[in-house]
């Protein structure tokens, strides 16, 4: 039994991402290249549809597109080592650890200069006196 060819629009529905993403991922390389109708419309099948889903899954956890291209190699090459998935997994949780104790350091911050704003009609505003500084300590 043949196959079912989706079009560009019920390959995105199927995969949840949209068919401009569909476009992308095939222009960076993400997406091989899909046979076309003799209209030039593009054809996709489950395993292109597969592959889709894979990507969002990738991109719903933060993944780069360099990782996600390296996470696709490594996903479609069958004799692939487990490490090497792992190393770049470890590596993305460690850049997430680290912007989120920036992210934090930054709410404290934030934090901190809200509680000592009056927030009133004065015109004394240590928020805007912050962001004014040179930011630099002699």
Known sequence: MAEAQLNIG?????????AKMVRHYES??????????????????????????????ARDLGFSMAEIAELLKLWQNRRRSSHQVHHIAQRHVDELTRKLQEMEAMRRTLQHLIDCCHGDERPECPILEELGGDGHKD
């Open 10 to 18: 019920e390959a995105a529905r199927r995969s949840g991402v949209s």
């Open 28 to 57: 960076l390389g993400l997406l091989p290249a899909v046979n076309r109708t003799e209209s030039g419309y593009r054809q996709y099948g489950d395993r292109e549809v597969h592959t889709l889903r894979f990507i969002r899954r």
